[in-house]
Nanobody, 120 residues
């Protein structure tokens, strides 16, 4: 019912930048929170950043000052600008969208993930 299309991952050297994008489509009535999470084989999935419909943001301490999350409500799109990347930022990044479907059911959808690799 909901499709999330992620793009923007890849390989970058330490200190470089990448921008992730996630577009949501389908039977969406409303979106409350959009966000990015990441996961490595050694760790459980962790929050990177979230943004609400009114633009309130929340960041993991490890990315504050380096990453910026933004959204385009008209396009149901969330972006993650990642600057000053570090090798420890290497992970699979997942888009998450929470809100309400047209059926009025709760929506909590995940993208398939996009790999970000930061070389030292």
């Amino acid at each position: 019912q909901v499709q999330l299309v992620e793009s923007g991952g890849g390989l970058v050297q330490a200190g470089g930048s990448l921008r992730l994008s996630c577009a949501a489509s389908g039977s969406i009535l409303s979106i409350n929170v959009m966000g990015w999470y990441r996961q490595t084989p050694e760790k459980t999935r962790e929050l990177v950043a979230t943004i609400t419909g009114d633009g309130s943001t929340n960041y993991a301490d490890s990315v504050k000052g380096r990453f910026t999350i933004s959204r385009d409500n008209a396009k149901n799109t969330v972006l993650l600008q990642m600057n000053s990347l570090k090798p420890e930022d290497t992970a699979v990044y997942y888009c998450n969208v929470r809100g309400r479907l047209r059926s009025l059911n709760v929506m909590n959808s995940w993208g398939k993930g996009t790999l970000v690799t930061v070389s030292s």
